[in-house]
């Protein structure tokens, strides 16, 4: 609403009045976004109060008073084992889900051979895996490591299959044409313009990966989030539990916006001429 | 089977028939479901605690048709399937019907959205098994742990999507709807119904998927009843034949419904916009579907 106000505005007066809207909707809508915060927080509150309980839902300063108890402890520890775990995971789903996808994107035969198997491994429930990685590896650094590949592989290798197919077939002919040979047509044209695929099919994975990652270590680890999350249930510890949840809440989108949205402008900045166009 | 028709000359009609039926998309479809078998009675082969397809095949059959598991263990396949059913759909109705609700609302007005997006994002952020432990803590064990576990693993699928089909209806619409006095009723049902509703069926699809992961969850950590309770019960019991079986029975489940009837769904519920769109959707299921 406040939208469609300021964009007819704009159209029909003067540059001062448009900034000053638009200065004072900005303000207005952080003015919204703060108080959609304190709304939850009050929620959140109210609700502690009439539940009563601290092992149902703990008060917030409750809450807080564990985090900070967290932070001063072994947060980075246990924090930095999941990543490690997260990181190699996707790191083996890169490797695995590349070459597939290549294959995928370069035979109609094989595209089709592997197109079943590898969207039905996209839509398998993580405890699958979680469990299956159990199995594997027992309490291990490796059962973590297994589940994110596997989970995040087939993201990776749909999305490389369409990017080979999406190459332009015309650069490759005048690169040719040109004398390039293989090696430099494959470095200079296929690659830079299949890695960004390799990156969506991360990038599409990067939270449910995590997820089936924290699963996988609440089944088989002595270490990482999973874990202490929980060891804490079964403590019963309830504000423990949410401290660490929401933790691993505010980690995950400071990674997803800070981290990854960086990598993505970095990767695809070879296109901006095609934006700016 | 690749090697023959590429070294001879000219490949005689039955041969290349055969080569023509192997190399189309169903033949290759085909081959692979052969080729996994195979693959894995290979691995039961080499390791021989993993169960094979045969050993599988029978416990299901055991399982479904209600027979003997040995002393006085039965099949019972569908009272645990049955429960989970009722209780997936009980938490996807809550949880979709929320989440629409939510999603229009943020969709269509920015002080909605300012106010509840950063919600809906640590929502959808929230691990699945997190709420089935939560859940768990809060009811106990009991039947509302995996509904509300499957609720609030929906709910911000739904939301996020059907906010951002509202978003994009476009102004001029809903202008010029005001300006001709179309009323409240009438606009609803011709201009924001069909503008957001293939992205209600995304976030069905979405919170179909994450629902059903959801309820296993539950059902596993917490269960007394139901497919992942039976799930946990055979792993438990170290018999991982039950185990394998069972998990094949939820994934078949999911697939079958992801790609059978919700994208048949999704191509009959777009007919009006372009006939050849439904076509292709189909075609392009029955592909990935078999």
Redesign the interface.
């Known amino acids: 609403m406040t939208n469609t106000v300021a964009e007819s505005v704009s159209e029909g007066t003067g540059q001062a009045l448009v900034l000053r809207t638009a200065a004072g909707s900005r303000r207005r809508r952080y003015l919204a976004v703060g108080l959609g915060w304190l709304a939850f927080l009050a929620l959140w509150w109210a609700l502690s109060a009439v539940l009563g309980s601290e092992a149902r839902l703990p008060s917030p300063p409750r809450v807080y008073r564990e985090i900070v108890t967290i932070l001063q402890g072994d947060f980075w520890t246990q924090f930095w084992a999941s990543i490690i775990r997260v990181i190699a995971g996707f790191a083996a789903a890169v490797l695995i889900g590349t070459p597939l996808g290549f294959v995928m994107g370069r035979s109609k035969y094989w595209g089709n051979f592997l197109q079943a198997p590898v969207v039905v491994a996209g839509s398998i429930p993580g405890l699958t895996y979680a469990v299956m990685a159990f199995v594997v590896f027992g309490i291990s650094f490796w059962g973590p490591v297994l589940a994110v590949g596997l989970i995040a592989m087939p993201y990776v290798a749909i999305n490389v299959a369409e990017g080979v197919r999406g190459v332009d077939r015309g650069l490759i002919d005048m690169s040719t044409a040109y004398g390039r040979n293989q090696s430099q047509v494959f470095r200079h044209v296929v690659v830079p313009s299949v890695l960004p695929f390799v990156f969506a099919g991360v990038r599409l994975s990067f939270s449910l990966a995590w997820k089936v990652g924290t699963l996988t270590e609440v089944f088989g680890s002595s270490k990482g989030i999973g874990f202490q999350i929980r060891r804490n249930y079964q403590l019963f510890n309830m504000p423990a539990v949410i401290a660490w949840v929401l933790l691993f809440i505010v980690f995950m989108l400071l990674l997803e916006r800070l981290v990854l949205v960086r990598i993505e402008r970095r990767l695809f900045s070879w296109r901006q001429w095609e934006r700016d166009q | 089977m690749t090697a023959a028709p590429i070294s001879l000359g000219g490949p005689a009609p039955r041969q290349g028939r055969l080569h023509q039926v192997l ?1 189309s ?1 169903q033949g ?2 085909v ?3 052969f080729v ?1 078998v195979a693959l894995w009675q290979l691995v039961t082969l080499v390791a021989p605690r993993v169960p094979g397809p045969v050993d599988v095949t029978q416990f299901l059959y055991t399982e479904i048709t209600g027979g003997s598991h040995g002393g006085i263990v039965t099949g019972q396949f569908f009272e645990h399937f049955a429960i989970t059913l009722q209780r997936f759909s009980l938490g996807l109705l809550i949880g979709f019907t929320a989440g629409l609700l939510v999603g229009v609302v943020i969709g ?4 909605a959205r ?6 809906v ?2 929502l ?7 709420w089935a ?2 859940t768990t ?2 009811f106990g064990i009991s039947w509302r742990a995996p509904v509300l576990t499957v609720a609030f693993t929906a709910f911000p699928f739904v939301a996020i999507n059907v906010a951002q089909g509202a978003r994009a209806i476009t ?1 001029e619409l ?2 010029m709807s005001t300006a001709f006095e179309v009323g409240r009723t009438k606009r609803f049902r011709h201009l924001i119904v069909p503008a957001i509703t293939g992205y209600i069926f995304a976030g069905l699809r979405f919170a179909i ?1 994450v629902g ?2 959801g309820i ?2 539950s059902e ?1 950590f917490s269960g007394q009843a139901g497919v ?1 309770f039976r799930t946990r019960y055979w ?1 438990d019991a170290n018999r ?1 034949r039950g ?1 394998v079986g069972w ?1 094949i029975v ?2 078949v489940f ?2 079958v419904l ?2 059978l009837v919700l994208n048949r769904l999704q191509a009959r519920a777009f007919r009006w916009r372009d006939p050849l769109q439904g076509e292709i959707d189909l075609s392009h299921q029955e ?4």
């Open positions: 190399t998309p290759a479809q081959t692979a479901i996994f269509l007005s920015g002080l300012a106010l509840l997006n950063d919600t994002l640590v959808l952020t929230m691990p699945a098994f997190v432990f939560l803590m809060w102004p809903k202008n998927i059903w992961n296993l969850l596993w992942g792993f991982y185990f998990v939820f994934i999911i697939v992801d790609r592909q990935a579907g078999a």
